[in-house]
């Protein structure tokens, strides 16, 4: 199988372990990786389709962040574009930047968050923007 790969530095081969899923889920976590694929052994992979004969298991590493903002919607998308999130340095009391995220929202969700968001609309950015 690892020979169907093409070479690429972006690409990865792991070993296939036939049981101890738990185990290593465990160990993905605590290696901060991505999280682990499981697949019915018998079960075959269909191209753009999901089922239950292959399952992600994302090894979900939380941080609490703010939405501080949200930037202009292109294209044919309403509303806003994504949100800017940030996280408060609790030594200097300023926000810091921590990303942006616009993916998952339907276009309900992208009205009533922006519907929310509208009357905390602030002129003044919480930090220098990227």
Known sequence: MKGLLPRDPLLHYS???AEFGTREFAKAQRAHEEGVIAKLAAGLYYSGKRTREWLKFKAVHEQEVVIVGYTEPRGSRKYFGSL???VRDQATKRWI???HVGTGFDQAMLKSLYGTMQP???DK???DQK
């Open 84 to 86: 800017v999130l940030a």
């Open 15 to 17: 070993k296939h372990i």
């Open 120 to 122: 905390l609309r602030a």
């Open 97 to 99: 930047y921590a990303g």
């Open 125 to 127: 950015k919480p930090f």
